[in-house]
């Protein structure tokens, strides 16, 4: 607060970006309610209506900018909660198939496919992933086939796949102490992609954080015909 003209004051600072300076805009509050703008803008006008602001806004959340997660694994009929995320379950393909139904009625443009794979199934080289008749080749071809217009993300990625949990390849000297190789890794996870897009998905997803690893998807996505397949690292 401070004096100005007999008045008791209330200042209020505002920080704003104008070409990529930072500035300093000052609104001064009177005691009295009324209110004078330091800089002679008022950008409340910009927000007086609906078409105004519809017009000016600069971020619109609708459902064509969601990307719905789902937990698959392999047989029927089976639904399992999953008990560190209430409300969400690991569905079979049969009971996958309404929730895809959902999503496209309910306009979500998108579907992300986690597996669940046997445990049997899982070796250290993550080699399940990359079998074309596995989970998620399956999955992938089943949704396109029932929904096409429905588009249809996978993770590329070998935990699900490992039997020790890793993401990658590790180094099996004990100098090493673990540690993931990149190249191994990587030369993996573009069979991994490879798989996935041979089945049809429509993105594949690498959640890795293998480097050099978008170029080299990208390159053998090209090789093989799959122009047309799109890459979200997350």
């Known amino acids: 607060a401070a004096e100005h003209g007999g008045h ?8 704003l970006v104008h070409q990529g300076q930072v500035g300093l805009r000052i609104k001064v509050l009177h005691d009295d309610g009324g209110a004078a703008v330091a800089d002679g803008e008022r950008h409340r006008r910009l927000r007086r209506d609906a078409f105004t602001r519809n017009l000016v806004r600069e971020n619109t959340l609708t459902p064509h900018d969601l990307i719905y997660p789902v937990f698959v694994v392999d047989g029927k009929q089976h639904r399992e909660a999953i008990s560190s995320m209430p409300g969400v379950e690991r569905l079979s393909l049969d009971r996958l198939l309404p929730v895809a139904e959902d999503c496209v009625k309910l306009g979500i443009p998108v579907m992300a496919l986690f597996p669940v794979i046997d445990l ?21 071809r089943a949704l396109k086939k029932e929904f096409p217009d429905l588009g249809v993300m996978t993770d590329v990625a070998l935990d699900p796949f490992t039997t020790h949990g890793q993401d990658g390849l590790p180094d099996t000297r004990p100098e090493e102490n673990g540690y993931i190789l990149n190249e191994a890794t990587v030369a993996q996870l573009v069979k991994q992609a490879l798989t996935q897009a041979d089945a049809g998905v429509d ?3 690498p959640s890795d954080m293998m ?13 093989h015909g799959h122009l047309h397949t799109r890459i979200m690292a997350y």
């Open 120 to 140: 049997a199934l899982k070796t250290p080289d993550g080699r399940e992933a990359l079998n074309p008749d596995g989970l998620v080749p399956r999955v992938v």
């Open 8 to 15: 008791q004051l209330r200042v209020r600072d505002l920080v």
């Open 211 to 223: 480097d050099g690893r978008i170029g080299a998807i990208r390159t053998a996505l090209e090789a």
């Open 203 to 205: 993105i594949v997803a």
